[in-house]
């Protein structure tokens, strides 16, 4: 599940909450203060990342399929680098800076109380048509669920913000929109539904911050061992 295939954005401002006069716009050159700083937003999510071995198993796959071919100029599939194939547990979305500390410490609360879940990789499929289509491929064991339950609950708690969409266990391989031809996208699908990966164990579950883009890049926060402590401790 990449980071989130298929989660809620918020709706725009509204331009009658504004303030009758504008507030005085800082020049290029001053530094932002600490306040503005904590109340700048920040895109985060929860995510577990396969390990070498279950990645590269289905990193053989994709590179036969039309999604893992070179593209033509003007025609990306976008397909996601395969070091950044995760499984999205819960979608933050825009969290202010100053709340950051909160969601370490509810994922710290969730992950570290939880058994770890043993899963494979397997199926496949898509979300959207044309210029909206997605190709993922599922994540299937018991306890998957649970963790994810277990995140959710804590970061209710912590009173954060996540989507609250049901949890379907996936990760998302490429974007090719409409640029794919059908007969290609349906040969790719049936490739998919038909894999099935090796066992691996969700070992580890990182907070991770999401910096938006044509190339998007994650950036992970912190991570925290199921059952166990900190595999990397917060900044």
Known sequence: MSERSGAAAS???????REDVAPRRRGASEPASAAERANQETRLFVAAY????ARDDLAAL?????????????RSLRLAPAQEWHLTLAF??????????AAHRAVEAAVCA?????????GGGRFGRGKFTIVWTGVHGEGLADLAKAVRRQLKAARLPFDPKPF??????ARPADRLPAEALAADLAALKAYEGPKWTVETVALVRSHLGPKPVYE???EWTAGGAAAAAPP
């Open 168 to 173: 379907r266990p996936h990760l998302t391989l």
């Open 92 to 101: 933050l979305g825009d969290v202010a800076e100053h709340a950051v500390p």
């Open 220 to 222: 992970r926060l912190g």
């Open 11 to 17: 709706g725009p401002r509204s331009a009658a909450t």
């Open 62 to 74: 994709v590179a036969t399929l039309a999604i893992g071919q070179p593209a033509q100029p003007g």
């Open 50 to 53: 396969p390990p070498p071995q």
């Open 114 to 122: 939880a058994a770890a879940p043993v899963v494979r990789l397997g």
